[in-house]
Every structure is written in structure tokens, then in C-alpha cells.
């Protein structure tokens, strides 16, 4: 299919996107949800009607931008894409509106970042695709209803229980992404090798997947970091010692945590004495903005029982101690 970028802002990475499948049929885990977008894919084209709104919600980089940009290429559809933080007035998505061809896909990334006047006005363009627009300025101003394509809305966020409900009951659709298992991130990884021209040996790829935090993206990056390690140091070829000797350089430790997720575990050990400690109070003392700790850092310390979360605040876990005291060098 054809794809028309517009964006209003830098979209995805050019790196990011060479290693993007291109095709559902492509990606690898998320059984479920590939099944169900299947279903309503196949029912779309078969009743020659547009597909219905799709939200994506889960933490980062485990492929809601993916999936939204390999369905307009299965659907042979346009594909244009913006942000939350982009759209700061209703003016600033009329154009997109008014640009979406029949049955293209509009996907917005951090849709719960959304200003309220905004997403308001979202709601009669997902529902009956009319919007309302302003002609002339001041006494002159009159306002025209306009009607406009039946189109596809993606939203993708990191934070479903952010979105309204008004906006969340808008999308007939509603898929949550979960971290992946590590026989799927080494899938991820042999195949994205050979996109990268680089070979591994299998133990290699496990070992990576085991320390990717569940998070394609990472294990992305780990890959991208280990190639050129095995590329200035060796024959570039990668080995598990290889792998393990990479990692170790950038200190990625066995969970596969990194610095930021060691910093955070340690503030709360020694500054709040293991807590409960709020997020606010621990970013606070790490420097570190509240959203990123809750986005990119929390969500795999809760999936694999090093942070609980109480009524009071954040709670490290006994493995948790185990672990940052081993690590301690
Ligand atoms: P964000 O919300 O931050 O945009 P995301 O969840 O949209 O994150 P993606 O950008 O879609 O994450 O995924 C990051 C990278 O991980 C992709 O470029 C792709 O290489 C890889 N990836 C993600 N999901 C899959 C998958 N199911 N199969 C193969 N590769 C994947």
C-alpha cells in the first residue's frame, strides 16, 4: 500500500523502522490480538466498509506503533500519523481529517495526551465523520458542517486509564499489549539479525531476549549495541561470551535491568528505607521526570515482582534487595 506521512512531529526513529515488520503476518507473539485484528480486518474488507476505531494501550515499545502502520499496509490504505502533544487545537487536526481518504488509518500516538477541546471534537468525526469548521474571523466568522470520509481512527497509549471514557467507548476496539515472552524476543531477535547482516548464535539470541525486559524495542537495541561491539572487537560474529561481554560494558545486569532501573530500586532502599515511597518523592530525588518512571521503568519491576505498588506508595521486594546488593560492585 501507499503511505502518506504527515506528521507533527518526528514520528518513529529511522532505525526503528528498519527493523519494523511491514505485515501482521510478520509479527511475531501477540497471538491473540493478531487473531482478533484478523477477524475484524477480514470482516471490514468482505462487508467493503471501513474498518472500526482501534485503541491500543500498554507500555512502550512492545509494537502499538507497529501494529497501527501494518494494518494500512494489509488494507493497501493511506497511513498518516500525529501525537497527542502535536494536536494542540481543534485546528491542528482538521487537516488530517480533511486529508484521510476513504478507509485510510489516522493513528495518534499518546492519545491521552490529548488537550480536552481536542479530543471533543474527535468525537463527532469518529461517530458520524462530520467536523465542524470555522470560516472568516471575529463578526464575519460563520461555522459549516463538513462531511468527511469515513476513516479509520489508531490510538495508541501508555496510559488507558488516562483516556475519558466518552473517547475510550468511541473505539469498538480495544487491544491491551503485554511484555513478551523471552521465545519470542529471541525470534525477534534472530530475524531482525539477519535484517542487520549480522550473525548469532542462538544461545546468543536467548541470552539478549533474557535481558530485553520483555520489550522488543530493547532487545532492539541491545542487538544494535552488541553488533558493533562484536564489530570493533571481534569478527563480528555474535557469540554468547560476546553477547554477555556487551552487555556487561553498557551494565545490563542478568534481569536485564539497566542503570536507570537500578537507580530507581536503590533510591527507594536507601532513601525510604524500601518504602512505601510516592512516585512524585522518588523521581523528585532521582531527577527524573514522574512519567518516564511510571512509563518506561515501573511497569516491568511490577510484571516481575521487584516493586509493588500499595495504597502508600511504591514497596521494593525482597528479591529486589537480593538483587541490588548482589549487583552492588
Ligand atoms: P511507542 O508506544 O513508544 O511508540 P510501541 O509500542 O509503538 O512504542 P514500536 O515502536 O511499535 O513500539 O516497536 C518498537 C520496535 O520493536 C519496532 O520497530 C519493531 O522492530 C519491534 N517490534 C515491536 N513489536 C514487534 C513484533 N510483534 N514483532 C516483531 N518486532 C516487533
Keep these: 500500500g501507499r503511505e502518506t506521512v504527515l506528521r507533527g512531529d518526528d514520528g518513529p526513529s529511522e532505525e526503528d523502522r528498519s527493523l519494523r515488520p511491514q505485515s501482521i503476518s510478520e509479527m511475531v507473539g501477540q497471538l491473540e490480538v ?3 485484528l484478523k477477524v475484524v480486518v477480514d ?3 468482505k462487508r467493503d466498509e471501513p474498518l472500526g476505531h482501534i485503541l491500543f494501550d500498554g507500555p512502550p515499545g512492545l509494537g502499538k506503533t507497529t501494529f497501527a502502520t ?7 490504505v493511506n497511513f498518516q500519523l500525529t501525537s497527542g502533544p502535536a494536536l494542540q487545537a481543534p485546528k491542528d487536526l482538521v487537516p488530517y481529517l480533511t486529508n484521510a481518504d476513504e478507509r485510510s488509518i489516522l493513528f495518534i500516538d499518546e492519545i491521552h495526551r490529548l488537550p480536552k477541546a481536542v479530543e471533543e471534537y474527535l468525537y463527532t468525526a469518529m461517530e458520524d465523520f462530520r467536523i465542524d469548521i470555522v470560516l472568516g474571523e471575529g463578526t464575519n466568522a460563520r461555522t459549516i458542517n463538513l462531511q468527511i470520509k469515513p476513516f479509520t481512527l489508531i490510538g495508541a497509549t501508555t496510559r488507558s486509564g488516562m483516556l475519558t471514557a466518552p473517547l475510550r467507548d468511541r473505539f469498538p476496539l480495544r487491544e491491551h499489549l503485554d511484555f513478551y515472552t523471552n521465545e519470542e524476543l529471541a525470534e525477534i531477535i534472530r530475524r531482525n539479525a539477519v535484517k542487520l ?6 544461545d546468543a539470541s536467548l541470552e539478549i531476549s533474557e535481558r530485553s525486559r520483555g520489550t522488543p524495542r530493547v532487545a532492539n537495541n541491545r542487538l544494535r549495541w552488541i553488533r558493533d561491539y562484536v564489530t570493533s572487537k571481534a569478527d563480528g560474529h555474535i557469540t554468547l561470551q560476546l553477547a554477555r561481554d556487551a552487555m556487561k560494558m553498557q551494565e545490563i545486569d542478568t534481569l536485564g535491568l539497566d542503570n536507570q532501573d537500578r537507580k530507581y530500586l536503590s533510591t527507594i532502599i536507601r532513601v525510604f528505607g524500601g518504602g ?3 512516585l512524585e518523592a522518588i523521581a523528585h530525588t532521582m531527577n527524573a521526570a ?3 518512571l511510571a512509563d518506561e521503568v515501573e511497569p516491568f519491576l511490577l510484571r516481575t515482582e521487584l516493586l509493588v505498588r500499595t495504597p502508600r506508595g511504591r514497596v521494593v521486594t525482597a528479591k529486589a534487595l537480593e538483587h541490588v546488593q548482589k549487583y552492588k560492585k
Excluded: Q, W, Y
Design 197 to 202: 547482516s549480522v550473525t548469532i548464535e542462538d
Design 43 to 45: 470482516a471490514a474488507v
Design 290 to 292: 514522574p512519567e518516564t
Design 34 to 36: 493478531r487473531e482478533r
Design 70 to 76: 501494518c494494518i494500512p499496509k494489509d488494507l493497501g
Design 276 to 278: 512505601p515511597a510516592g
